[in-house]
């Protein structure tokens, strides 16, 4: 094996290897419902496997073979055979395992194994491909660079080129198919003749047509398999998937959107009809007394968004999602669909800390947030007091910032204790520096003049919807009872329930890290 091919070889393994555990996260991170500590099971699994493939790989270098001898690349090539079919049944492993007790971390076993034999390759390859002279330590370090390079392209080319142009299947196959290729020019290049050669390569292709022909059959659901679980069934099918470098969003049949894996939100703006809890959309009137220009942060199935656009009094409203796949969603629903062309809407595709942080002049009456899962991976940056600090100086004079805790005790004390004015508003948390409070006059204000397309939110010319008006107009003395989870609270009572709880810092990440593992029940 000459070195110019063992530093090809290194680069093309190692652009397979990180190709494959980037869609492996993206499964395991699906069906976890980005569980913070997936990543690192997985990163685990994958190094554990990469030291047990070195380690069996070392049974292979004691020989006395010659770096250039190409019978070598024999034994190469049907290693990486292996190694790239294993690799490549992991994520359909993911799919079928999903319903059994135990779910994902079942499937990291044979993550570890198909990184073992991924992981074998490169010390076979510095083993046939560097000659045992004075220059040999040189030749490892051009051997790793090349291996570090290809890594490095793989993450990169899968989760930012790939993602965004095909769905987990083609790159499956795309990247099984890199592999296979390699096999073949290492067939090729062996010293394979004749016949011999010729049975090789068919194998090969025989190989590389099985994968095709079968990734569709083993691929089939894989998105539906991982949400469902047991309960997935022969039937079991999303109405949408978009899949994008952002991640994956799904939708069932009942229009209810998962996002990451995750339940985000159902398609629907009446408060008459709340599936959604849209009902706290609408509270934003009560609680600020002219909400003229907002800031949203997350877009998601646009239902908030779109009830937002329609608040009386609304001049423009600012929309920071970091996923263009709700874009192209919601698009195609005609009950939110408006959002994307109202003049007095505009939609930034980009991080929302980073963007108030790149835009440290903006000034809002309202900043709103139907935030994801406390629980999940990374959404400290958006429930820590620090991000509360940056959003406060963004708020103008008497502003609101209006928040989903998804429940969190953690969150709840972190708000009441970083704002002086607070409330709880079902599961939210309104806070400001300025007094607030749910005002029983602007909440029958605002439900008597919402209107969508000139229909009234709330059709008051039925017995049955006058009905269901004056139930609503109650809902603000519920601060003065016994406070229940659907109801409002006041700080004080926040503050007193939530003493054990630990304020959320972007050091701690205690809402993500309270519980290591959690396994969430199938929709």
């Not at 290693?79 to 049944?89: D, G, I, P, S």
């Not at 980073?354 to 959404?379: C, G, K, Y």
């Not at 701690?508 to 593992?517: D, H």
Request: hydrophobic share 45%; net charge negative.
């Amino acid at each position: 094996m000459s070195f110019v091919l063992a530093l090809v070889v290194a680069g093309v393994s190692g652009f397979i290897a990180l190709s494959y555990e980037i869609v492996w996260y993206r499964v395991i991170a699906f069906e976890s419902w980005g569980l913070p500590g997936a990543f690192g099971l997985l990163l685990a699994a994958y190094l554990l496997g990469l030291a047990l493939g070195s380690r069996v790989a070392g049974a292979f270098c004691k020989d006395d073979a010659k770096s250039g001898d190409t019978r070598q690349l024999r034994a190469l090539a049907l290693f990486a055979l292996v190694a790239n079919v294993v690799a490549w049944a992991v994520v359909p492993f993911f799919g079928y395992t999903a319903g059994s007790h135990g779910g994902w971390p079942i499937a990291l076993g044979l993550v570890v194994v198909a990184a073992g034999l991924l992981g074998a390759i490169l010390p076979l390859v510095c083993h046939f491909g560097i000659t045992a002279d004075d220059r040999a330590g040189q030749r490892l370090s051009y051997v790793y660079l090349a291996n570090i390079v290809g890594s490095a392209v793989g993450s990169l080319l899968t989760g930012f080129v790939f993602f965004d142009a095909w769905p987990l299947r083609t790159t499956g196959e795309v990247i099984a198919l890199v592999g296979l290729a390699l096999v073949g020019g290492l067939v090729i290049l062996s010293d394979l003749r004749g016949a011999a050669r010729g049975m090789w390569l068919a194998g090969v292709s025989a190989v590389a047509v099985l994968l095709v022909v079968g990734t569709p059959r083993a691929y089939d659901r894989i998105w539906e398999r991982l949400l469902y679980k047991d309960k997935f069934a022969a039937d079991t099918k999303f109405a949408e998937i978009i899949e994008t470098k952002s991640g994956v969003i799904t939708v069932t049949q009942d229009g209810t959107v998962y996002g990451g894996g995750a339940y985000d939100g159902r398609f629907n703006t009446s408060i008459r009809w709340d599936r959604n809890g849209i009902m706290r959309a609408y509270g934003i009137g009560a609680l600020h007394p002219a909400p003229k220009k907002i800031l949203m942060i997350g877009l998601a199935s646009g239902s908030w968004a779109t009830v937002i656009q329609h608040l009386p009094g609304l001049e423009h409203l600012t929309i920071v999602e970091i996923n263009p796949g709700y874009n192209k969603l919601i698009a195609g629903h005609p009950e939110v669909a408006g959002v994307l062309r109202d003049p007095k809407v505009d939609i930034v595709i980009d991080d929302g800390r980073r963007w108030l942080n790149r835009h440290p002049s903006e000034r809002f009456d309202v900043v709103v947030m139907n935030t994801t899962w406390h629980w999940r991976a990374h959404i400290t940056d958006l429930l820590s007091t620090e991000f509360m600090g940056l959003v406060r100086n963004h708020l103008a004079p008497g502003g609101l910032f209006y928040f989903n805790t998804t429940s969190s005790d953690d969150v709840k004390k972190t708000a009441a204790t970083t704002f002086p004015y607070a409330i709880r508003v079902y599961n939210f948390m309104a806070v400001s520096d300025s007094p607030l409070s749910f005002d029983k006059a602007r909440w029958e204000k605002t439900l008597a003049a919402f209107t969508f397309e000139g229909q009234p939110a709330i059709d008051r010319s039925t017995e049955d919807g006058r009905k269901f008006f004056d139930e609503l107009l109650t809902y603000p003395d519920s601060i003065q009872v016994e406070p229940t989870d659907e109801g409002l609270e006041s700080r004080e009572s926040v503050l007193a329930r939530t003493a054990a709880a630990t304020v959320v810092t972007d050091d701690n990440m205690v809402a993500e890290w309270r519980e290591v593992l959690r396994f969430q029940d199938a929709p």
